[in-house]
């Protein structure tokens, strides 16, 4: 608390706003998500997260798609807006060009980001608006009750491919990474103190960063992804001496995605290039008055 005494004699008293808790940042609706549902930890690492990066959540917008994991803004003090399946990116794109002030988070699905949004994400990642991109990827749709989606594995046995899927999957990682994102990483709820750290370092980085979370269904999922498996099967890129600015290693990296549980950050560009809302940003400073002069 800091007093002081104005020229005119009155006191006037100014009061140091108390630190954030996760208590701010969770929102009265109580989550309907399957007990035990990896997106419960992902909802906790991203409170986590939002505490350390320290900005009100009146600063903050969140944008999702359709699918259970889509209902997450929800749970969030947070502005949020639940759009329409696959559609996220482009919402959330717009609102960050209308105020670049914002702090804008995008989540959704496998399905939301790689089946019907598939489209946008390369759009997205070459047009670099400093987005954080949350995946919670459980290898299925979980709201529509358990369909194959585009990071089902080859084989698997789900309700819409009872004899088992005759596809190849999407590799998330691959995809942003050979797109350009400046930051890609991947985390699990079995290691919730990394996955809120890297939700937070994924926030810190300048444009547009990608965190695909590694998060079961345990409704419709493979019992073999379920949290304690998780916990005996991922490997720490960090233990493993991986350095986040070599994009080509994280490629090779990456190839293992499906067969290697690899966490943690596995590109972060060391000379992050331009956004686009900094861009606007300057156009607007130099035009407008040229254009104030022109009257
Ligand atoms: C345009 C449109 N097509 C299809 C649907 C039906 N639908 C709702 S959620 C969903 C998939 C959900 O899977 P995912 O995005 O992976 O999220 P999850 O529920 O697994 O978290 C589908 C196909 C829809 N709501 N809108
Ligand atoms: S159906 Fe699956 S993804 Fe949806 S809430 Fe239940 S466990 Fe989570």
Known sequence: MITSTTDCGCESTLVAPAPLTTKDFRSDLKPIWCPGCGDYGVVTALYRALVAIGRPSHEIAFISGIGCSSRIPGYTTAYGF???????LPVAQGIKMANPDLLVLVAGGDGDGFSIGGGHVPHAIRRNLDLTYIVMDNHIYGLTKGQ?????????????????SMEDPVNPLLYVLSYGAGFVAQGVPADMDGLAKMIEEA????????????????TFGDPDDQLKIQKTKMRKLAAEGHDPSNWLRAMELAQDYGKELYTGVFYRN??????????????????????????
């Not at 000379?271 to 002069?293: F, G, H, M, W």
């Open 82 to 88: 639940n759009t329409v399946h696959g559609r996220a």
């Open 148 to 164: 194959l989606s585009p990071t089902t594995p080859r084989g698997a046995k789900t309700s819409s491919s009872t004899y088992g």
């Open 203 to 218: 926030i810190r980085y300048p444009g547009f960063a990608f965190v695909n979370v590694q998060s079961p269904c345990i």
């Open 270 to 295: 060391p000379n992050p290039p331009p956004t686009y809302d900094s861009q606007i940003r300057e156009r607007q400073a130099t035009l407008r008055p040229k254009v104030a002069a022109a009257g």
